[in-house]
């Protein structure tokens, strides 16, 4: 299978495309210095297979390589960046304390 991860700004959400088809979606909101990922989703035949992982990871390097300090709202990009350790420092200190996020 293969699999895309495409910025899709019109709509303003990373999307994951999955032998063509779309399998998911992070919604976010960009300010002038930070993107704030508030809802992802993954349907329901894609789900357990990986793709929220690969989705949510290439979403955030993107922000990072386009210069967006990140805020995890939604649980599924928290629990990644609480998990992938190396993304903590992308999220603002002042987020970080306030989701409990390392320091």
């Given amino acids: 299978m293969s699999t895309e991860v495409r910025n899709n700004t ?5 999307e994951i495309h999955v032998d063509g088809a779309l399998a998911g979606y992070a919604e976010y909101q960009d300010t002038a210095s930070e993107r704030a990922f508030v809802h ?27 210069g967006f300090g ?8 928290k629990h990644y960046v609480e998990t992938h350790n190396q993304y903590v420092a992308s999220v603002p200190q002042w987020a970080r304390e306030r989701l409990g996020l390392p320091q």
């Fill in 70 to 77: 990140i805020l995890p709202l939604c649980p599924m990009v």
């Fill in 40 to 66: 992802t989703e993954i349907y329901p035949q894609h789900e357990h297979l990986g793709y929220g992982r690969t989705l949510v990871g290439a979403a955030l390097d993107a922000s990072r390589d386009e």
């Fill in 10 to 14: 019109a709509l303003e959400r990373f």
